[in-house]
Protein backbone atom coordinates (compact mmCIF):
# COMPACT_ATOMS: atom_id res chain seq x y z
CA UNK A 1 0.00 0.00 0.00
CA UNK A 2 0.74 3.75 -1.16
CA UNK A 3 1.54 6.28 2.33
CA UNK A 4 3.58 9.25 2.79
CA UNK A 5 4.16 10.51 6.20
CA UNK A 6 5.09 13.83 7.14
CA UNK A 7 6.74 13.56 10.77
CA UNK A 8 5.99 17.36 11.74
CA UNK A 9 2.73 19.22 11.83
CA UNK A 10 4.50 22.78 12.11
CA UNK A 11 7.75 24.25 10.97
CA UNK A 12 9.00 27.69 12.10
CA UNK A 13 12.07 29.70 10.58
CA UNK A 14 13.26 32.62 10.91
CA UNK A 15 13.29 35.01 7.42
CA UNK A 16 16.64 34.33 5.35
CA UNK A 17 16.94 31.06 7.43
CA UNK A 18 16.97 27.73 4.92
CA UNK A 19 13.81 25.52 5.91
CA UNK A 20 13.21 21.92 5.00
CA UNK A 21 10.20 20.17 5.54
CA UNK A 22 10.43 16.59 5.68
CA UNK A 23 9.14 13.85 4.17
CA UNK A 24 8.95 9.85 3.96
CA UNK A 25 7.02 7.71 1.70
CA UNK A 26 6.39 3.62 0.76
CA UNK A 27 4.88 2.58 -2.38
CA UNK A 28 5.64 -0.52 -4.23
CA UNK A 29 7.55 0.27 -7.38
CA UNK A 30 8.86 3.08 -8.53
CA UNK A 31 7.57 6.32 -7.09
CA UNK A 32 6.46 9.03 -8.18
CA UNK A 33 6.82 12.01 -5.29
CA UNK A 34 5.05 15.65 -5.36
CA UNK A 35 5.25 18.57 -3.38
CA UNK A 36 2.16 21.10 -2.99
CA UNK A 37 1.31 24.23 -1.30
CA UNK A 38 -1.72 25.35 -0.14
CA UNK A 39 -2.56 28.87 1.21
CA UNK A 40 -6.03 29.71 3.56
CA UNK A 41 -9.18 28.50 1.96
CA UNK A 42 -7.43 27.71 -1.38
CA UNK A 43 -6.60 25.03 -3.40
CA UNK A 44 -3.30 22.83 -4.04
CA UNK A 45 -0.46 24.86 -6.00
CA UNK A 46 2.19 22.34 -7.68
CA UNK A 47 5.48 22.56 -6.89
CA UNK A 48 7.65 20.11 -7.72
CA UNK A 49 8.05 16.68 -8.89
CA UNK A 50 10.09 13.58 -9.04
CA UNK A 51 10.13 10.94 -12.06
CA UNK A 52 13.55 10.05 -12.22
CA UNK A 53 17.20 11.05 -13.30
CA UNK A 54 18.65 13.71 -10.74
CA UNK A 55 17.84 13.16 -7.15
CA UNK A 56 17.88 17.17 -6.67
CA UNK A 57 14.38 18.30 -8.29
CA UNK A 58 14.23 21.85 -8.68
CA UNK A 59 10.81 23.99 -8.58
CA UNK A 60 8.99 26.97 -8.26
CA UNK A 61 9.54 29.56 -6.05
CA UNK A 62 12.96 28.73 -5.40
CA UNK A 63 12.14 25.32 -4.08
CA UNK A 64 13.99 22.34 -4.14
CA UNK A 65 13.62 18.83 -2.88
CA UNK A 66 15.91 16.15 -2.40
CA UNK A 67 14.98 11.90 -3.26
CA UNK A 68 16.70 10.06 -1.59
CA UNK A 69 15.46 6.20 -2.36
CA UNK A 70 17.73 4.16 0.32
CA UNK A 71 15.77 6.52 2.83
CA UNK A 72 12.70 6.68 1.36
CA UNK A 73 12.65 10.80 1.91
CA UNK A 74 11.67 13.21 -0.55
CA UNK A 75 12.59 16.49 1.71
CA UNK A 76 11.46 20.14 0.85
CA UNK A 77 14.31 22.91 0.82
CA UNK A 78 14.75 26.22 0.36
CA UNK A 79 18.23 28.04 1.36
CA UNK A 80 16.80 31.12 2.50
CA UNK A 81 12.89 31.26 3.67
CA UNK A 82 10.39 34.34 3.23
CA UNK A 83 7.49 35.76 5.40
CA UNK A 84 5.82 34.82 2.12
CA UNK A 85 6.65 31.13 2.43
CA UNK A 86 4.06 30.84 5.45
CA UNK A 87 1.86 28.00 4.12
CA UNK A 88 0.76 24.43 4.73
CA UNK A 89 3.06 21.92 2.71
CA UNK A 90 1.76 18.54 1.50
CA UNK A 91 3.61 15.61 0.18
CA UNK A 92 2.08 12.81 -1.89
CA UNK A 93 3.20 9.98 -3.96
CA UNK A 94 2.01 8.16 -6.83
CA UNK A 95 2.28 4.47 -7.81
CA UNK A 96 5.33 4.43 -11.15
CA UNK A 97 5.36 2.63 -14.39
CA UNK A 98 2.93 0.08 -15.07
CA UNK A 99 0.46 1.56 -12.69
CA UNK A 100 -2.90 3.20 -14.75
CA UNK A 101 -4.56 4.06 -11.18
CA UNK A 102 -4.78 7.71 -10.72
CA UNK A 103 -4.83 8.70 -7.40
CA UNK A 104 -2.55 10.54 -5.23
CA UNK A 105 -1.60 9.86 -1.66
CA UNK A 106 -0.92 12.34 0.56
CA UNK A 107 0.40 13.01 3.76
CA UNK A 108 -1.38 15.15 6.91
CA UNK A 109 0.27 18.47 5.62
CA UNK A 110 3.04 20.32 7.19
CA UNK A 111 2.41 24.42 8.82
CA UNK A 112 5.42 26.19 7.74
CA UNK A 113 5.92 29.66 9.25
CA UNK A 114 8.98 32.16 8.48
CA UNK A 115 8.91 34.78 11.05
CA UNK A 116 10.46 38.32 10.25
CA UNK B 1 -5.55 32.37 -16.24
CA UNK B 2 -7.86 29.31 -17.23
CA UNK B 3 -6.85 27.06 -14.10
CA UNK B 4 -9.37 24.36 -12.28
CA UNK B 5 -12.65 26.10 -11.50
CA UNK B 6 -15.29 24.68 -8.83
CA UNK B 7 -18.42 25.99 -8.19
CA UNK B 8 -19.91 27.35 -5.81
CA UNK B 9 -16.93 27.85 -3.49
CA UNK B 10 -19.18 27.38 -0.06
CA UNK B 11 -21.94 25.61 0.16
CA UNK B 12 -24.06 25.69 3.40
CA UNK B 13 -26.78 22.73 3.86
CA UNK B 14 -29.27 21.07 6.01
CA UNK B 15 -28.48 17.35 7.09
CA UNK B 16 -30.40 15.41 4.96
CA UNK B 17 -30.66 17.73 1.94
CA UNK B 18 -28.90 16.98 -1.34
CA UNK B 19 -25.87 19.16 -2.87
CA UNK B 20 -24.13 19.15 -6.51
CA UNK B 21 -21.01 20.61 -7.07
CA UNK B 22 -19.36 21.78 -10.38
CA UNK B 23 -15.80 21.23 -11.42
CA UNK B 24 -14.53 22.90 -15.04
CA UNK B 25 -10.95 21.34 -15.36
CA UNK B 26 -8.31 23.28 -17.67
CA UNK B 27 -8.75 22.84 -21.58
CA UNK B 28 -8.15 19.45 -23.07
CA UNK B 29 -6.93 18.25 -20.10
CA UNK B 30 -8.15 14.29 -20.55
CA UNK B 31 -8.07 13.15 -16.70
CA UNK B 32 -10.44 14.51 -14.04
CA UNK B 33 -10.04 14.06 -9.93
CA UNK B 34 -12.07 14.68 -7.08
CA UNK B 35 -10.53 14.54 -3.33
CA UNK B 36 -12.31 15.58 -0.08
CA UNK B 37 -9.77 17.10 2.51
CA UNK B 38 -10.90 17.46 6.22
CA UNK B 39 -9.56 19.81 9.49
CA UNK B 40 -5.74 18.69 9.68
CA UNK B 41 -5.84 15.78 6.81
CA UNK B 42 -4.38 16.05 3.29
CA UNK B 43 -6.33 15.39 0.50
CA UNK B 44 -8.00 12.16 -0.11
CA UNK B 45 -9.08 10.52 -2.90
CA UNK B 46 -12.21 9.97 -4.35
CA UNK B 47 -12.68 9.22 -7.76
CA UNK B 48 -11.13 9.87 -11.32
CA UNK B 49 -12.26 10.24 -14.82
CA UNK B 50 -10.20 9.73 -18.07
CA UNK B 51 -12.56 11.36 -20.70
CA UNK B 52 -15.90 10.61 -19.70
CA UNK B 53 -14.68 7.20 -18.17
CA UNK B 54 -14.93 6.60 -14.86
CA UNK B 55 -11.97 4.71 -14.07
CA UNK B 56 -11.40 4.55 -10.01
CA UNK B 57 -13.37 4.89 -7.16
CA UNK B 58 -12.36 5.42 -3.75
CA UNK B 59 -14.12 3.08 -1.13
CA UNK B 60 -14.80 6.65 1.13
CA UNK B 61 -17.09 7.21 -2.17
CA UNK B 62 -20.36 5.59 -0.31
CA UNK B 63 -23.77 4.81 -2.03
CA UNK B 64 -24.67 8.36 -1.48
CA UNK B 65 -22.37 10.05 -3.38
CA UNK B 66 -21.99 9.89 -7.14
CA UNK B 67 -19.85 11.72 -9.95
CA UNK B 68 -20.11 12.24 -13.92
CA UNK B 69 -18.71 13.64 -16.34
CA UNK B 70 -21.06 13.26 -19.16
CA UNK B 71 -19.19 15.20 -22.50
CA UNK B 72 -15.68 14.46 -21.09
CA UNK B 73 -15.33 18.05 -20.24
CA UNK B 74 -16.66 19.29 -16.72
CA UNK B 75 -17.71 17.60 -14.13
CA UNK B 76 -20.16 16.93 -11.19
CA UNK B 77 -20.36 15.88 -7.91
CA UNK B 78 -23.56 15.41 -5.71
CA UNK B 79 -24.08 13.88 -2.30
CA UNK B 80 -27.33 12.88 -1.44
CA UNK B 81 -28.74 12.67 2.26
CA UNK B 82 -25.95 14.75 3.30
CA UNK B 83 -24.61 14.19 6.90
CA UNK B 84 -22.35 15.85 9.10
CA UNK B 85 -19.53 14.21 8.32
CA UNK B 86 -19.90 15.25 5.10
CA UNK B 87 -18.82 18.66 5.79
CA UNK B 88 -15.11 18.85 4.68
CA UNK B 89 -13.11 21.01 1.40
CA UNK B 90 -14.41 19.05 -2.03
CA UNK B 91 -11.33 19.66 -4.52
CA UNK B 92 -11.16 18.86 -7.95
CA UNK B 93 -7.74 18.57 -10.19
CA UNK B 94 -7.25 18.03 -13.63
CA UNK B 95 -4.40 16.67 -15.91
CA UNK B 96 -3.29 15.90 -19.30
CA UNK B 97 -2.86 12.43 -20.46
CA UNK B 98 0.68 12.16 -20.20
CA UNK B 99 1.24 8.82 -17.69
CA UNK B 100 1.77 8.51 -14.24
CA UNK B 101 4.16 11.41 -14.54
CA UNK B 102 1.89 13.74 -15.41
CA UNK B 103 1.06 16.53 -12.92
CA UNK B 104 -2.21 17.13 -11.19
CA UNK B 105 -3.73 20.32 -11.19
CA UNK B 106 -6.21 21.43 -8.53
CA UNK B 107 -8.82 24.36 -8.08
CA UNK B 108 -9.97 26.49 -5.24
CA UNK B 109 -12.10 23.79 -3.73
CA UNK B 110 -15.46 23.70 -2.40
CA UNK B 111 -16.36 24.51 0.95
CA UNK B 112 -19.34 22.37 2.30
CA UNK B 113 -20.74 22.81 5.97
CA UNK B 114 -23.17 20.60 6.71
CA UNK B 115 -25.53 21.51 10.00
Known amino acids: AQSVAQPEDQVNVAEGNPLTVKCTYS??????LFWYVQYPNRGLQFLLK??????LVKGSYGFEAEFNKSQTSFHLKKPSALVSDSALYFC??????????????FGRGTQLTVWP | DTGVSQDPRHKITKRGQNVTFRCDPI?????LYWYRQTLGQGPEFLTY????????KSRLLSDRFSAERPKGSFSTLEIQRTEQGDSAMYLC?????????????FGPGTRLTVL
Open chain 1, 92 to 105: AVREGRGSTLGRLY
Open chain 2, 27 to 31: SEHNR
Open chain 1, 50 to 55: YITGDN
Open chain 2, 49 to 56: FQNEAQLE
Open chain 2, 93 to 105: ASSPRTGPTDTQY
Open chain 1, 27 to 32: VSGNPY
